[in-house]
């Protein structure tokens, strides 16, 4: 069975939906016109249950099947990137320095169509609740609609979500059992010295060759540190200090990115970095401040959830395969730290990566999606035989 044949009837409203959202992107929780089109159009489905104003944005509708049953969970992201956008579509974003650039147009579509075709049908038990979310790529909405309380609210068992992937095959679904992408962390060092002509160092103390020396050291925590097995990335990304050639500075700072997966490793990457930069001060002979800020948490799917999710997967599209675990990050890891559940990978086919200028979603895409979150619930939750 690949697409659903009702879903598939109505391809070209999902296209429009999607176009018109990607003309009109909003960042962070300001999703509040995205919201409103969302909300419009599940009350044109005849859904009637709809909460608005959870993290600020986030809107979750509950359709009811029929008969007793559990509640189940279906989720989309909703905002943008500031990105200005390059890709010449006749349907560009219409918002100077914002774009659809990671497919959440697209992401949102796909649980509109499935919203679609869940009211018409209802061939289901119990209930599913549907949860558009604002600021998956800033400020960790999927975070704060936990803490608002969504999966107690709405008495959800258990949770999905998909994301796009370019460079997949269409309609080929990838994932994993267990961590599929990384916890992510920040840290921020500023080093301060003693500035002084660049001609007589030994006069000063130079935080360019601490902050040297201070990034060189960091990459041992992921060659001594930690096992072979235990994946672990440590990038620095900026490093800022001086502004004339003959001038030894008297600060300067940088920052890095931190990917990992494990707990233990993530605390004691956390441990090392404080250590490494406070030892490299002392030695020489400046001093330094480090802020180690942890992001969103590793996304890990849970064993049963995914292996369903992979069943299902199969019947709507083109495979569904095992995958490395990739060392972006996604907030939807709050919301499977709290519900079993499943994170999938959807393929698009060939085209510009997430997050570039030239990125757009491939609507072809959409009706897989619908179909994959429609045959979730039904499967789940089938109806009791009359």
């Given at each position: ?93 219409e918002i100077a320095g914002k774009m659809h650039a990671c497919g959440h147009d697209g992401h949102t579509t ?277």
């Amino acid at each position: 069975m690949p697409v659903i044949n009702r879903i598939a009837d109505y391809a070209e409203d999902l296209t429009t939906w999607r176009r018109h959202l990607h003309q009109h992107p909003e960042t962070r929780f300001d999703c509040h016109e995205t919201a409103a089109f969302v909300v419009e159009r599940l009350r044109s489905f005849g859904i009637t249950e709809i909460h608005e104003g959870i993290a600020q944005s986030g809107v979750v509708a509950v359709i009811e099947g029929q008969g007793d049953g559990p509640v189940i969970g279906l989720r989309a992201d909703m905002d943008a990137l500031p990105i200005e956008e390059e890709t010449g579509a006749e349907y560009a974003s219409e918002i100077a320095g914002k774009m659809h650039a990671c497919g959440h147009d697209g992401h949102t579509t796909m649980l509109l169509g499935a919203a679609r075709y869940l009211a018409e049908t209802r061939n289901f038990a119990g209930r599913v609740a549907l949860i558009f979310q604002p600021a998956e790529e800033w400020g960790g909405g999927a975070g704060v609609m936990v803490e608002d309380g969504v999966m107690e609210r709405f008495g959800i068992s258990q949770v999905y979500g998909i994301h796009n992937a370019p460079g997949v095959p269409l309609g080929e679904f990838h994932g994993c059992a267990g961590p599929i992408m990384a916890a992510v962390d920040t840290l921020w060092v500023t080093v301060t010295g003693r500035g002084g002509h660049g001609a007589q160092p030994e006069d000063t103390a130079d935080p360019v060759a601490a902050i040297v020396a201070m990034v060189s050291a960091l990459q041992t925590i992921v060659s001594r540190n930690r096992k072979g097995t235990d994946a672990l990335v440590i990038s620095v990304t900026q490093i800022h200090t001086g502004s004339a050639d003959n001038v030894i500075p008297e600060s300067g700072w940088f920052c890095a990115t931190i990917r990992s997966f494990d707990a233990e490793v993530r605390a004691m990457v956390e441990k090392r970095c404080q250590e490494v930069i406070a030892g490299t001060a002392a030695a020489m002979g400046v001093s330094a401040e480090a802020r180690y800020e942890k992001g969103y948490p590793a996304t890990v799917n849970h064993p049963a959830q995914t292996d369903f999710a992979f069943d299902v997967a199969r019947e709507v599209g083109a495979a569904a395969l095992e995958a490395e675990p990739v060392m972006g990050a996604e907030d939807f890891a709050y919301m499977l730290e709290r519900r079993p559940g499943a994170y999938l990978f959807l393929g698009q086919g060939p085209g510009a990566g997430l997050h570039h200028p030239k990125y757009d979603f491939n609507d072809a895409v959409a009706p897989i999606g619908a179909s994959f979150f429609a045959r979730l619930v039904e499967r789940a939750q089938p109806r009791a035989a009359e």
